[in-house]
């Protein structure tokens, strides 16, 4: 329904305020992927999510599909008093609420001697902005339909773990955020600013294009909107502005701002602007006569782990490697093969690309253990070359993603619709189907990315290396 706002929308807004704009006022429609959007609200399958709750003694689960009827079922269990309500609606005009969950607790309502309040259950262990923003809005509905609001919110984690947070404490950028989303919603274009965000909008090219067509300086790679603002009030209100500026110039002009910060953009600004890389220091990478590239794939809708990939360069050739789980009972076999694998190569450093794969290693090591010669060669070998090449080479690229940097190296992945997001609804669909096509596509997409990752590396020790 054009001009709703539901709990999906502070997401929304929080990733690219024009995703809202752009689904409110323009008849363009864009392809709807339920797994996605379960993806972009950081939430579980329902059979996940009814596996954990599977074990409260009065739950009913609203099954109606129209928000209106969904919202009269709600309605009839809270006044019935039932203990747990999963998949309710809430609605009040053009707010339109879904908590995964609403449970009855003691007090004074207008439904009687108890209230509800409000939780969601989310493949993350972290309760985020979002998260919080949505229980301040369920919050709020639940004020206007029952006459008590919650004082707090919940979140329920893969674990069965229930993090609980105070109202209180979000709801004035809560309600700065909802005042701006009106607006939005009432027909205001809210001001343009691209960021990586906005990738996960349907209307990402739209942004993108506007941004390249203005030559904003919103395209500089992880650049904050008060350093455009504070530019921008100097006068330097375009990359190609800022691309001829010299860093004594725009000390005077913005004197509030770092100078290594300044220098930075201003050679995000050239590069861009010439289309071209700059080396800004040498980079130290280990010599050995074994190296380990390594990715996962996992599928967060339910929290399961199911590849490992490694590709192996030694001096008699290169190997890629697989450390399959099908189902998660199979995580724990999965994870001792792979800790095997290392063990026999206690002295290969080991690339990866982000902060994600040292996360899962941790979480494994305290789920399934570890030896402690796998656990000292992880934690000594293990090096993020996203964290190597920020510091030292600024490429002419708005997003620093593997597939942005690898593809303007020259690296192209075999799938044109490679990405995580696809790799999930991937193996979701192999889940069902067991085609080993499908399955051939998913290990192609892990082992193209270990290979970037490789090819990525050979780069910056051609163009960087000391």
Known sequence: MQGTITEKTFFQYLKCANWIYFDTHTDQARPHVPLMQQ????????????????????????????????FRQTLEFM????????????????????PDLLERVEGR??????YYVAADIKH???????????????????????????????????DNVVHDYLIEDFEAQYSLNLGEIEKIVAGKRPAHFVTSGCKQSPWFKECLTES????????????????????????VKTVSELAVKSVPELEALVPNVNPSRLETMRDQAIAIHDHRHIIRADIELPEASIELFFDIEADPLRDFIYLFGVY??????????????????????????????IEGRIDAPIYHYGWYE????????????????????????????????????????????LKDIATYIGF???????????SVVWFEEWLKKKSPKLLKKIVEYNEDDVIATYKLQRWVREHAGL
């Open 39 to 70: 993806l972009q609200d950081q939430g579980l399958i329902h059979e996940m999510q009814r596996d954990l709750i599977s074990d409260k003694e009065d739950l009913a689960e609203v099954t109606a599909e129209d928000p209106d009827e969904a």
């Open 212 to 235: 390249e067509s203005c030559n904003d300086l919103s395209l500089l790679n992880r650049v904050w909107r008060d350093e455009v603002r504070r530019l921008a009030g100097a006068g």
């Open 124 to 158: 993350t262990r972290q309760v985020r902005d979002d998260h919080m923003f949505q229980g301040c809005f369920y919050a709020e509905l639940l004020e206007r339909v029952q006459g008590t609001k919650p004082v707090q919110g919940y979140v329920i984690t893969p």
């Open 109 to 114: 309502s207008g439904l009687g001697d108890y």
């Open 79 to 98: 006044r019935e008093g039932r203990q747990s309500i999963y998949r309710g609606t809430l609605i009040d005009k053009h707010w339109v609420g879904n």
């Open 312 to 341: 192996e360069v030694t001096d008699k050739g290169e190997q890629y490697y697989q450390f399959f789980a099908e189902t998660p009972e199979q995580e724990g076999a999965m994870w001792q093969e792979f800790i095997t694998f």
């Open 358 to 401: 040292q996360d899962v290693i941790r979480h494994f090591s305290a789920k399934f253990g570890i030896s402690e010669i796998a656990r000292e060669a992880l934690h000594r070998n293990m090096i993020d070359i996203l964290s190597v090449i920020r510091p030292a080479i600024i490429f002419p690229l708005y997003f620093y993603s």
């Open 412 to 422: 192209n992945w075999r799938s044109k619709d490679a990405s995580g997001a696809n």
